[in-house]
Each structure stands twice: as structure tokens, then as C-alpha cells.
């Protein structure tokens, strides 16, 4: 590409990868790289924490919601959509993601009857330090996919470290405590989808499934744009 005004007008024409963000020429909207390689999750998924069969390393632990489902793992172009979507005010990236959510509700969920879509909230120091949860967006996106109605039910009493930051072993006790219903919510038998960026140990979808259950929803399935996991085990089938 030659003259300056060459590449301005490249730049003019340009899009961008809707995962990654790279720079890509007029009229594609999907890079190379994530083209072939895609995190997505596939095959037979665990229903406790998301991942397939062959990269599952949760062991049968404990987990109060009822199934939780995503269509990709948190790596490569995934990781950098969801930080883009969390950090940079990327709207458009939550509209991209809950599509790819919304082809994993289909394959799943299809067959469940959810009386609304709610997701994990913010505390009040979070709303003042951030211009938007970015697991509201997704749930409003996902609601407008769906046609459930999306309702605001949960509120996060007080501030905590970043689970991201926290020792797995650490984490549930994070978070112990730290969400509940508001006041004049009704989950009363309601069969609830619960939305999140990313299932990291569970612990924060656990804790906010327990309280919705002891509030009395009778049911409580998670949805994620991505989870993390173990590397793939060898000699696992994934079907």
C-alpha cells in the first residue's frame, strides 16, 4: 500500500474481525486466525461447568444452579472480544457474543419454559466505576433473541475483589454472602436464566443460584459467553 492516501482510505473502507478486533478489509467481518481457530465448545457439554467432556476438570463438584452452558472457552479471540466488551465500552461486542449464546440456547435450553432472564449485578461502587455491566448487556441482547423478558431481580450488597485476582480456593468465600433478591422481586417457583460474561470456578453463579433458590425460584440454568478449562485430557471422546 503506497501514498498516505492510499491507506487513509484503506482505513476508511476497513472493518474490523467481530472476536478479535483486527483490522480487516471491506465486507468481512471474521478474521483468518479466528476463522480456524474459534475457542468454540463442542460435543457434549458438562452441566456443571460448561466445558466439553474432554476439557471437563470440575470433578463432580457441588454447584447450586442447575446446568450452565456456553459456546466458547476463554481463550484467543474470545478473551479479547470479552475484555473489549468489559473495558472499552464495545457494545457491539455483546450483540456478537449473545448470538453465539443464543445458538447455544437452542441446542440446550430449547426445551425449558424460563419465566424471565436476569444476570449476575453490579455493587454500587462497580455502577459508579463502570459505565455498564457488561452481564446486563448480554442478558438484553439474549432477551431480545429469545423473546423472554429480561428483569433487574438481584442486587450485589457489597463490593469484592476481582474473582479474576482471587486463588480458586478463595473464590467461593469471595463472594459468600455478597448477593441477594431485591425486596419486591418475585422468583417465587420462577424458572430463571441467569447470565454472566465468563464461568471461571462457578462460585459466583453457584452463590447467586443459592440465594434465588432460597428466595424460591424453583429453577435456576446459567448461560455464559465463555468458560475457562483444563487443556484438552488425552484419549477422551467427546461425544
Not at 476508511?12 to 476463522?35: F, I, P, R, T, V
Not at 472457552?73 to 473495558?87: A, D, N, V
Not at 430449547?110 to 449476575?120: H, Q, S
Request: hydrophobic residues 35%; aromatic residues 8%; proline residues 2%.
Amino acid at each position: 500500500m503506497g501514498s498516505v492516501k492510499e491507506k487513509l482510505l484503506w482505513l476508511l473502507l476497513s472493518s474490523h474481525c467481530d472476536y478479535c478486533g483486527k483490522l480487516l478489509e471491506e465486507g468481512k467481518n471474521l478474521c483468518e486466525e479466528c476463522e480456524k481457530e474459534l475457542p468454540r465448545i463442542t460435543g457434549k457439554r458438562c452441566r456443571r461447568c460448561g466445558a466439553g467432556r474432554d476439557r471437563c476438570s470440575c470433578r463432580g463438584r457441588k454447584v447450586q444452579y442447575d446446568a450452565v452452558i456456553s459456546p466458547f472457552y476463554y481463550e484467543k479471540g474470545i478473551k479479547e472480544c470479552i475484555r473489549r466488551l468489559k473495558f472499552k465500552g464495545r457494545d457491539y461486542a455483546a450483540r456478537v457474543l449473545a448470538r453465539d449464546m443464543y445458538l447455544c440456547f437452542l441446542e440446550e435450553y430449547k426445551d425449558i419454559d424460563f419465566d424471565f432472564i436476569t444476570y449476575v449485578p453490579f455493587s454500587a461502587a462497580q455502577k459508579i466505576s463502570r459505565l455498564y455491566n457488561q452481564s446486563e448487556l448480554l442478558a438484553q441482547r439474549l432477551s431480545e433473541l429469545t423473546s423472554i423478558p429480561c428483569e433487574d431481580v438481584m442486587v450485589k450488597l457489597f463490593d469484592t475483589g476481582s474473582q479474576h485476582s482471587t486463588g480458586r480456593k478463595l473464590r467461593r468465600g469471595n463472594v459468600f454472602g455478597v448477593y441477594d433478591v431485591k425486596e419486591k422481586a418475585s422468583v417465587e417457583s420462577k424458572t430463571i436464566l441467569l447470565v454472566d460474561d465468563v464461568r471461571t470456578t462457578g462460585a459466583t453463579l453457584s452463590e447467586c443460584a443459592a440465594i434465588l433458590k432460597i428466595r424460591g425460584a424453583g429453577a435456576v440454568y446459567c448461560i455464559t459467553a465463555a468458560v475457562t478449562a483444563a487443556q484438552k485430557t488425552p484419549g477422551i471422546d467427546k461425544s
